[in-house]
Every structure is written in structure tokens, then in C-alpha cells.
């Protein structure tokens, strides 16, 4: 079996305002703790690619070169991450044979909430 260590990462409001800063994607309800708390979402957010980063960070960690060079992932974005939240990357293998290793893949806050879940893929 290919074991893929976790990868936890707390995200705070500073940590948020750097991405954002490093993408140029300055949508409010990211960085104005004001605005944000009228949408649904009552806060601030981190952006999605922020979060989903870590997924690529654990299999980077795990494959190397060819995560980057071969890897494929697919996932659904299935709740918020919240700013101060503390994000847990994981994966476990869901299929392994001579073409490669598939895992199911996810990320989880610290109260259990999946808020990333999908499949990565390492081809042989």
C-alpha cells in the first residue's frame, strides 16, 4: 500500500490575507470581516485553492516528481473553511495495481466538517 502522511495547516484571517494578496483575488467576503459577516456565511472565508493546496502539498510529500508531473485530482467543494479554522489533509487508498494508486482524498476542519472530498490519482 502507498501511505500518504496527513497534512494540517491552521488558517487564520493573516494566512487568508496573504493568498489573497498572492492570487489578487481581494473578494470581500475573504478579507472584509465587515461585509463577510452579512452573507450566509456570517465571516470571513478562505478561498477554495487555498484549502485545496494542502491536498496537493500531501501528495507532493508522498510521490514527488510524480505527483507533479502525472497526478490528477478530482474533487467537490463541500463546505466553507472559515477563517481561524485548522484544516486537516488525508488520504487513504482506494485502489492500487500496476497502472498506479487511486485515493480518496479529503479535508476536514477541526470539528470533523469534510469540507473537500474527491480522488487522487498517481499514475505507474
Given at each position: 500500500?502507498?501511505?500518504?502522511?496527513?497534512?494540517?495547516?491552521?488558517?487564520?484571517?493573516?494566512?487568508?490575507?496573504?493568498?489573497a494578496d498572492a492570487a489578487g483575488d481581494h473578494n470581500p467576503?475573504?478579507?472584509?470581516?465587515?461585509?463577510?459577516?452579512?452573507?450566509?456565511?456570517?465571516?470571513?472565508?478562505?478561498?477554495?485553492?487555498?484549502?485545496?493546496?494542502?491536498?496537493?502539498?500531501?501528495?507532493?510529500?508522498?510521490?514527488?516528481?510524480?505527483?507533479?508531473?502525472?497526478?490528477r485530482l478530482k474533487v467537490r467543494f463541500k463546505a466553507p473553511t472559515?477563517?481561524?479554522?485548522?484544516?486537516?489533509?488525508?488520504?487513504?487508498?482506494?485502489?492500487?495495481?500496476?497502472?498506479?494508486?487511486?485515493?480518496?482524498?479529503?479535508?476536514?476542519?477541526?470539528?470533523?466538517?469534510?469540507?473537500?472530498?474527491?480522488?487522487?490519482?498517481?499514475?505507474?
Open positions: 500500500m502507498s501511505a500518504v502522511a496527513p497534512v494540517t495547516r491552521a488558517l487564520p484571517q493573516s494566512r487568508i490575507d496573504a493568498y467576503v475573504h478579507i472584509d470581516a465587515a461585509f463577510a459577516a452579512t452573507t450566509p456565511f456570517g465571516g470571513t472565508i478562505a478561498h477554495g485553492m487555498l484549502v485545496l493546496a494542502l491536498i496537493a502539498e500531501m501528495m507532493h510529500a508522498a510521490h514527488g516528481e510524480a505527483w507533479v508531473a502525472r497526478g472559515r477563517a481561524g479554522d485548522t484544516i486537516t489533509a488525508s488520504a487513504t487508498v482506494a485502489r492500487e495495481g500496476d497502472e498506479g494508486v487511486e485515493y480518496a482524498v479529503q479535508c476536514a476542519n477541526e470539528r470533523g466538517e469534510t469540507v473537500i472530498e474527491g480522488r487522487a490519482t498517481v499514475p505507474a
